[in-house]
């Protein structure tokens, strides 16, 4: 379904083994609550893949705009962690977080999984006519019967809540920004079906570099090399 208000916060992150199961009862019953509770947070989605090599955790929180993660309570929050925030934040491993405001979103459902992907925007292309070139392009994206959902967001670091106490307790965030990201939802199914939205992924990779005048000898492997294409296809059960 359409993402709710017109900002999130994404993140991918590992947590080192030790503190896994901790991590994940803390997530639950504190963590995702406490953030649900600040005014303007709408909804949150939480994903994992432990087959992926790296950053198998992923976390959206929709919000209102993008003055949501600029709260007062919210910083309030970030600014005083709670004791068993304490313990678990020195688990997260590369770590990457990010606001963004919503380009596109659109869809007619929940799935039980999604790929995302995440890249920089060439040189010299406008973020709004960009956005405007390729709707066309993701609407017949969700048009595949596996796909519930397909959205499209540009960062926006000012409103990501810069240094606070929260992020003090985890290792410093190294991981490459991005400019933009695509988080597309699809139905629960086989391997099969899994294997097949992977594909779909690399499809609109290609066709929305192509979109944004990425040459074609540089659209998705230089990208990935340099560390701004995280697409392998990169996709979680969503928990």
């Known amino acids: 379904m359409a993402l709710k208000g017109s900002a999130f916060i994404i993140m991918w992150h590992d947590i080192a083994p030790e503190g896994d199961a901790e991590y994940n009862h803390w997530h639950t019953r504190q963590h995702m609550p406490e953030r649900l509770d ?3 947070f709408r909804r949150s989605r939480r994903g994992i893949n432990r087959d992926l ?19 007062p309570e919210y910083l309030a929050s ?5 004791d068993w925030t304490r313990s678990v934040a020195p ?26 992907a995440r890249f920089e925007l060439p040189t010299g ?28 967001a540009a960062a926006r670091p000012d409103f990501a809540g810069g240094e606070t106490s929260e992020t003090g307790l985890r290792p410093p965030m190294a991981e490459a920004p991005f400019a933009l990201a695509t988080m ?14 992977g594909a779909l992924a690399w499809a ?3 066709r929305l570099l192509f979109a944004l005048g990425v040459p074609e000898h540089a659209r998705l492997a230089a990208l990935a090399a ?8 990169v996709h979680w059960r969503l928990a």
């Open 38 to 40: 600040h005014p303007g």
């Open 53 to 71: 090599p790296r950053q198998i955790y992923f976390t959206c929180y929709e919000g209102d705009g993008l003055e949501t993660f600029l709260s």
């Open 78 to 82: 970030l600014n005083g962690p709670t």
């Open 91 to 116: 688990h997260f491993r590369n770590f990457l977080r990010m606001a963004c405001t919503v380009l596109h979103t659109s869809g007619r459902g929940s799935g039980g999984g999604l790929v995302t």
């Open 125 to 152: 292309v406008d973020e709004a006519a960009m956005a405007e070139r390729i709707q066309p392009l993701l609407r017949r994206y969700e048009d595949h019967p596996a796909v519930t959902a397909v959205h499209l």
């Open 184 to 197: 597309d939802y699809y139905w629960r199914g086989t391997g099969h079906v899994r294997g097949g939205i």
């Open 204 to 206: 609109l990779a290609r």
């Open 226 to 233: 340099a560390g701004l294409l995280a697409l392998h296809p």
